[in-house]
């Protein structure tokens, strides 16, 4: 049994977000994979299903993102799991824009997303970082991460989504470090990692 944690703010002001990033991921996990309809409980909503064999709950805590944690604890608590079911999908203003990255535990870097769930489960839960990049300035970063993805910027996102919820029974069955290989290696096949290989490298790959 899993628990996958979208996080983001409810709301249509909120859907295109960078913060809510975890929501549109949690929600193409869904789709994806045929998952139940969403309905409301533990402060938010949940659909379930099965990744590669596995079973797993997605949740969206609709408690707004400084409040995730209550949701989160409600969820663990009605399935008596503990924090290394968890994982949690979320936006990374530290990782480039499309990178991703999957650790266990470690800092919030400010996330108050995460610093609401790790005060409510404990810290040692597996964390998805979706980048968004950084604006450059932290007095920049609320307004940064509250913004739209600019239209430019929706091919990557889509792109992110759609490979994330094909890999996301990788996750369920404990394979992150494949996960995060498989995404980043889907990713670069799309080109979306062309700019990074020529400021890196000098030419493009052939």
Known sequence: MRLFVGLGNPGAKYQDNRHNIGFMVIDQ???????????RRFQGETADGTLDGERVTLLKPLTYMNESGRAVQDAASFYKIGQS???????????????VRVKVGGGIAGHNG??????????????????????????????????????SERPWVEALCEIAADNAGLIATGKDATFANKVHLAMQAKGFYDNEKQVKGGERDK
Do not use: M, T
């Open 29 to 39: 996990i869904a789709r994806r994979h045929g998952f139940s309809p969403w309905r």
């Open 85 to 99: 079911e968890v994982a949690v999908f979320h936006d990374e203003i530290e990782l480039p824009p499309a990178k």
């Open 114 to 151: 995460l610093r609401s769930i790790s005060a409510h489960i404990g810290n040692d839960y597996l964390r998805v970082r979706l980048g968004v990049g950084h604006p450059g300035a932290k007095e920049l970063v609320h307004n940064h991460v509250l913004g739209d993805f600019a239209k």
